[in-house]
């Protein structure tokens, strides 16, 4: 049982790691991209455009808190 929970654990931090919202913004923007493609849109553009807002948005919440210190 301890190897399942660890190997969880590994998989918890590996994915989600530092910021939870992150994760979130990223698995959101792939089932975006999923459902779009599914339903006959050609979306396969909107990948890279999500994953470059949400490292502006890492990036400025970062500086943000690196500036309060």
Known sequence: MKAI????????????????KLALGAIASIAVVFFATHHGVNAWWLLP?????????????????????
Do not use: K, M, N, Q
Request: charged share 20%; net charge positive.
């Open 5 to 20: 929970r660890t190997f969880a654990h590994f998989w918890y931090e590996f994915i989600v790691g530092d910021d939870w």
């Open 49 to 69: 455009l999500a994953v470059a807002a949400l490292l502006a948005i890492s990036l400025a919440y970062a500086t943000r808190r690196a500036s309060r210190t």
